[in-house]
């Protein structure tokens, strides 16, 4: 099945136009009948554990986890084995997988960009845990990421799938969403799912904390990270932790439907420099922040391996959150998850540099 997918924010069509933003309207709903535990004003403040009901776990079908190694993915595998569901994963490799994991879930071998491979997973699949592999060498950003979807498109219309929650980005319906490289795709991506008619959460993201993990080296060694964006730009951040809690809600419950949007903000709004001082302080070492250009960003990741168009993709994304890609959603404490950028140091950043 060949989908025509147009990029948002060109033009209008259909699809676009039925996914449109939401506010999380029926996660509220759920609260209000108390069978999900929210914290004071933040989406999600335990272990979904706790904010799972055991029942909506049991009666969920068959959950299942794409990218299960991954950074966000396996931790969306842990809560689901938590949740007690059902779950099957797809995996390159299946010996990736953390042995506690391995006999309590379905295991189907490959990519889930081949048909094959998602042809067998989304058989009886209630849900689907969609994340989108970066893919640094692709020919094309569209091709890394609408192109990778495509099999799973038609295989969640052959099955019936009820429900994706897709890992996708902030931007959409800005100035700056027709030409934010890996954005654009990823919201293309979403486009593309929602035309199946299934019913979609795609998670809208800033840059996550956990991309300075990346610059370790520099941060240990030299003091230093980089980035184009200019230094004083508050900027929300997110760490994947609080993204697979998210998600891993949104997989067991059986409640929305429809398609929209639900931001993943982090708690803050920080600059670079609001981040150089907080890594200094928990590091106790200084860390300083050094804005590099667009094109050093560019030529540096041809050096390390990636292809041209990748490149351009992530320098077009950049230059698009330097002119306000990721203010345009309000803060609000629905959107508001709870992990702080000094959390986060202490817990992830400073047992890597030190
Ligand atoms: N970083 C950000 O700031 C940011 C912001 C917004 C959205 N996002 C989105 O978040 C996603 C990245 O999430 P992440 O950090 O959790 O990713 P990650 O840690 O790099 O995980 C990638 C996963 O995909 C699997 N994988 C890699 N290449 C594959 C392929 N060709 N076929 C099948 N599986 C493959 C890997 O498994 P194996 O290698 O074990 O096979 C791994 O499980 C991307 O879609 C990105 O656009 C990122």
Redesign the pocket.
Known sequence: MNIEVEMPGTKQHGVTRDFEPRTIEDMDRRRALGKIALGAGMLMTAGASQLVAASDAATAGVVVV?????????RVLDHMLTSGARVRVI???AS?LPDRARPHVEVVEG???DFSSVDGAFKGADSVFW?????PRAQSVMAA?VDFTRAACEAISKHGVRRVVS???LGRGTPMAANAG?VTA?LAMDDLIASTGVNLRALT????M??LLRQSEPIKHQGVFRSPIDGDRKLPSCA?RDIASVAARLLIDRSWQGRGEVPVLGPEDLSFEDMARIMSEVLGKPVRFEQVSLEAYRAGAIQRGMSEAMAQAMTDMARAKNEGLDNAVKRTPENSTPTTFRQWCTEELKPAVT
């Open positions: 794409t990218a299960a190694t991954g950074n966000i993915g396996r995996v390159r490799d990736r990519s889930h960009s994340l989108c592999p970066p893919d990421y890992i996708s980005a890996y990823s993201m800033p840059s996550f956990d991309n994947a």
